[in-house]
């Protein structure tokens, strides 16, 4: 059974560091791994989908890595900001095990950058 | 910002009592999905719809139904809410399988007293 879990629980950084959020997986037989935000009270957001062909997507400041084989992907902020602040969700499509197209979700990094 | 609205986004109900929650979406997908989310347990697989009149339960599907009767909305039924119901619901929308982006939709927080 794929379970996916997230290291830290949760990150208290100063504003302007870059940072890095962790993800990893136990069964590399995946379709894509998708990284998400969620504030509080609210929706997901999705930030950034890897397909399990790529290793690398970038959008804007974010930079998600995905390495298949050792179950690992991360999630690389630059320059964080106050506005970064919220929990970050990784999530992964299994090919075997899984409903149709559903996702597999860690339980999270609660980040909090300080001004 | 993928075209998801669900309703209610609040609920507080009586256990017992049937509810049903209602997803919307504006994008045509053929995939939808409910999940619940709860501290400590992330979010989980209710039910899906894979197109019109085609569901499929989930990883906790006790207690709930679906429907999916239009391409555009996908009802959650708990026939007897309970206490350990009381969770955020969200729906999620995907083009296709394999290599498509899931989008979620608000949330519903539900309260089964």
């Known amino acids: 059974k794929q379970e996916v879990t997230q290291i830290p629980a949760a990150l208290s950084v100063p504003e302007g560091e870059n940072l890095v959020l962790n993800c990893s997986f136990t069964?590399?037989?995946?379709?894509?791994l998708q990284w998400f935000r969620q504030d509080p009270g609210k929706g997901l957001t999705s930030l950034l989908l890897i397909q399990s062909s790529q290793r690398e997507q970038t959008s804007g400041r974010l930079n998600a890595s995905l390495d298949k084989s050792s179950g690992r992907s991360t999630l690389y902020i630059a320059a964080s900001q106050p506005g970064d602040s919220a929990t970050y969700l990784c999530?992964?499509?299994?090919?075997?095990?899984?409903?149709?197209?559903?996702?597999?979700f860690g339980k999270g990094t609660k980040l909090s950058v300080k001004p | 910002d993928a075209g998801i609205t669900q309703s209610p986004r609040h609920k507080v109900t009586e256990t017992g009592t049937p509810v049903t929650l209602r997803c919307h979406q504006t994008?045509?997908?053929?995939?939808m999905y409910w999940y619940r989310q709860d501290p400590g347990h992330g979010l989980r697989l209710i039910h899906y719809s894979y197109g019109v009149k085609d569901t499929d339960k989930g990883e906790v599907s006790d207690g709930y139904s679906v429907s999916r009767s239009k391409t555009e909305d996908f009802l959650l039924t708990l026939e007897s809410a309970t206490s350990s119901q009381t969770s955020v619901y969200f729906c999620?929308?995907?083009?296709?399988?394999?290599?498509?982006?899931?989008?979620f939709g608000p949330g519903t927080r539900l309260t089964v007293l």
């Open positions: 999620a929308i995907s083009a296709g399988l394999e290599s498509n982006e899931q989008f």
């Open positions: 994008e045509n997908h053929r995939y």
């Open positions: 069964d590399s037989a995946i379709y894509n």
């Open positions: 999530a992964v499509r299994p090919v075997y095990g899984g409903s149709q197209g559903n996702l597999i």
